[in-house]
């Protein structure tokens, strides 16, 4: 399989065959795909630290919690809405100029706070939370379901470990970094900093030849929408709504996947509300340490485990698979719930180790099997598993809000994460179910494809009939 990233530099005409000048694209395409994710841990940089910059100012600003509240309520719904449209998006428009211009509109905006009068910040505030809410999700999309196309299928566990490695390390540098930039530089100078990483990511995508997705692709990525509508979209085409949820009627398994994802999103809303409150009940004098100790022992649990799995997928050729997102899944839950069982703080790091790592292990394999999905599904599928994840992660931070008045962080961090657990064990019953009856079909698809995942043939061509495989095979190296 040819990589969507083309390489300049292509093979001469006298080199002996073709073994040689795939691998040249393939060293060439890797190469350029660690340039992009650079640049995408610049940018995930800037959006931690907005994160907290942003939500600081805005307490600063109106003077009122309810005004935060209401400011991440508006970046996760229109961060819901991107996930909506942003599969349509991809069968008219490449990866790549999404991509771009997601960047470019986070940078524009964050301009646009910093030259709005004072009369018009709360304005230009509300413009931030829906413009970075939605290009981020438009990004996260664009890049996830284009990276087949990017490195070629069979590095794509690859890819999405490399990717989500610059993204952990980006979250702590950002989370870490925040109250020093603000405290030391103010606001205005933390705005610019957050512009500089989007602009230095847009240069990074303008800069390399990425295909993947929509026109950019060079695929047909519209027809096959209009023959499994049957024409319904009318003069304007196929409608993106029915698309979305055929890539997931179409595989049981998969559609019970990304249910999963979003009670797992429910779950993280717990979590991330309840550490705070948790903290300050071990150090009422500065509750930050235990919250940025959690999270960089989080971190280095999450980027070890994308250390192992490259290795894992280097030396057997296989991904991870779907087992291993439903099993990441119940260790990660578990863990996050031990986390605040008031255990020493020597245990509490190992238990956030060990949430890092399975929170590591379950974002690879659950992105590397939606990836098994053909390029027309994909992208609806990222997108409606985006917006699962936003509505999961809004309900979740709505009702822990309100439930951390009356209970302990334990028993709301226990109760969601227990939710989770709950729908991973019936996830993996689905799975080994399926592949109980696995011999019982053609001779053709049983055997050593039922061990392994897909077949390579099979996870080009997306088997989104068969939900519960655990992905390509990858070629050694």
């Given at each position: 399989?040819?990589?969507?990233?083309?390489?300049?530099?292509g093979?001469?005409?006298?080199?002996?065959?073709?073994?040689s000048?795939?691998?040249?694209?393939?060293?060439?395409?890797?190469?350029?795909?660690?340039?992009?994710?650079?640049?995408?841990?610049?940018?995930?940089?800037?959006?931690?630290?907005?994160?907290?910059?942003?939500?600081?100012?805005?307490?600063?600003?109106?003077?009122?919690?309810?005004?935060?509240?209401?400011?991440?309520?508006?970046?996760?719904?229109s961060?819901?809405?991107?996930?909506?449209?942003?599969?349509?998006?991809?069968?008219?428009?490449?990866?790549?100029?999404?991509?771009?211009?997601?960047?470019?509109?986070?940078?524009?905006?964050?301009?646009?706070?910093?030259?709005?009068?004072?009369?018009?910040?709360?304005?230009?505030?509300?413009?931030?939370?829906?413009?970075?809410?939605?290009?981020?999700?438009?990004?996260?999309?664009?890049?996830?379901?284009?990276?087949?196309?990017?490195?070629?299928?069979?590095?794509?566990?690859?890819?999405?470990?490399?990717?989500?490695?610059?993204r952990?390390?980006?979250?702590?540098?950002?989370?870490?970094?925040?109250?020093?930039?603000?405290?030391?530089?103010?606001?205005?100078?933390?705005?610019?900093?957050?512009?500089?990483?989007?602009?230095?990511?847009?240069?990074t995508v303008?800069?390399?030849?990425?295909a993947?997705?929509?026109?950019?692709?060079?695929?047909d990525?519209?027809?096959?929408?209009?023959?499994?509508?049957?024409?319904?979209?009318?003069?304007?085409?196929?409608?993106?709504?029915?698309?979305?949820?055929?890539?997931?009627?179409?595989?049981?398994?998969?559609?019970?996947?990304?249910?999963?994802?979003?009670?797992?999103?429910f779950?993280?809303?717990?979590?991330?509300?309840?550490?705070?409150?948790?903290?300050?009940?071990?150090?009422?004098?500065?509750?930050?340490?235990?919250?940025?100790?959690?999270?960089?022992?989080?971190?280095?649990?999450?980027?070890?485990?994308?250390?192992?799995?490259?290795?894992?997928?280097?030396?057997?050729?296989?991904?991870?698979?779907?087992l291993?997102?439903?099993?990441?899944?119940v260790?990660?839950?578990?863990?996050?719930?031990?986390?605040?069982?008031g255990?020493?703080l020597?245990?509490?790091?190992?238990?956030?180790?060990?949430?890092?790592?399975?929170?590591?292990?379950?974002?690879?394999?659950y992105?590397?099997?939606?990836?098994?999905?053909?390029?027309t599904?994909?992208?609806?599928?990222?997108?409606?598993?985006?917006?699962?994840?936003?509505?999961?992660?809004?309900?979740?931070?709505?009702?822990?809000?309100a439930?951390?008045?009356?209970?302990?962080?334990?028993?709301?961090?226990?109760?969601?994460?227990?939710?989770?657990?709950?729908?991973?064990?019936?996830?993996?019953?689905?799975?080994a179910?399926?592949?109980?009856?696995?011999?019982?079909?053609?001779?053709?698809?049983?055997g050593?494809?039922?061990?392994?995942g897909l077949?390579?043939?099979?996870?080009?061509?997306?088997r989104?009939?068969?939900?519960?495989?655990?992905?390509?095979?990858?070629?050694?190296?």
């Amino acid at each position: 399989m040819t990589s969507g990233i083309e390489s300049a530099d292509g093979p001469t005409a006298d080199e002996p065959d073709d073994g040689s000048r795939k691998a040249r694209d393939t060293a060439v395409s890797e190469r350029r795909f660690r340039f992009l994710v650079g640049g995408y841990a610049v940018s995930s940089y800037g959006t931690f630290l907005n994160m907290v910059a942003l939500n600081l100012f805005v307490y600063e600003t109106t003077g009122r919690a309810l005004a935060m509240g209401l400011f991440m309520a508006v970046r996760l719904g229109s961060g819901f809405v991107a996930g909506l449209v942003v599969g349509a998006m991809l069968a008219r428009f490449s990866a790549k100029s999404i991509m771009l211009w997601a960047n470019v509109g986070q940078g524009g905006v964050m301009l646009l706070l910093i030259l709005a009068p004072e009369s018009l910040v709360t304005g230009a505030l509300m413009a931030v939370s829906v413009v970075i809410g939605a290009c981020g999700t438009l990004f996260m999309v664009a890049l996830r379901s284009s990276i087949p196309e990017m490195v070629g299928e069979d590095r794509r566990a690859w890819a999405n470990s490399l990717s989500i490695t610059g993204r952990s390390l980006a979250m702590v540098a950002g989370f870490a970094s925040a109250g020093v930039v603000v405290s030391l530089v103010g606001y205005t100078a933390a705005f610019l900093l957050d512009m500089a990483t989007f602009v230095i990511c847009a240069v990074t995508v303008a800069l390399l030849p990425i295909a993947g997705g929509g026109k950019g692709s060079g695929t047909d990525a519209g027809k096959p929408e209009k023959a499994e509508q049957g024409g319904k979209g009318g003069k304007g085409g196929p409608r993106w709504r029915p698309v979305a949820f055929l890539a997931l009627a179409a595989a049981p398994g998969l559609g019970l996947m990304v249910a999963l994802r979003g009670v797992d999103a429910f779950g993280s809303a717990s979590h991330n509300a309840a550490l705070p409150i948790y903290s300050t009940s071990l150090d009422a004098s500065n509750p930050a340490v235990f919250v940025s100790a959690f999270w960089c022992v989080w971190a280095l649990g999450n980027i070890g485990a994308q250390q192992v799995i490259q290795r894992y997928t280097q030396r057997t050729g296989k991904t991870v698979g779907a087992l291993g997102f439903g099993y990441g899944t119940v260790v990660m839950s578990a863990a996050f719930i031990a986390a605040f069982a008031g255990f020493p703080l020597a245990v509490t790091a190992v238990i956030a180790l060990i949430a890092g790592a399975a929170d590591g292990l379950t974002e690879v394999a659950y992105t590397s099997h939606l990836q098994t999905l053909p390029a027309t599904l994909r992208g609806h599928a990222f997108g409606l598993s985006a917006t699962f994840e936003n509505l999961g992660f809004g309900v979740g931070m709505i009702l822990v809000a309100a439930a951390l008045d009356r209970f302990s962080p334990l028993a709301v961090v226990g109760w969601s994460h227990g939710a989770a657990i709950v729908v991973a064990v019936v996830f993996l019953l689905r799975v080994a179910a399926l592949r109980r009856a696995e011999p019982a079909g053609p001779s053709g698809r049983a055997g050593g494809a039922g061990q392994a995942g897909l077949r390579k043939e099979e996870a080009v061509e997306g088997r989104p009939d068969r939900g519960d495989r655990d992905g390509a095979e990858v070629s050694r190296g």
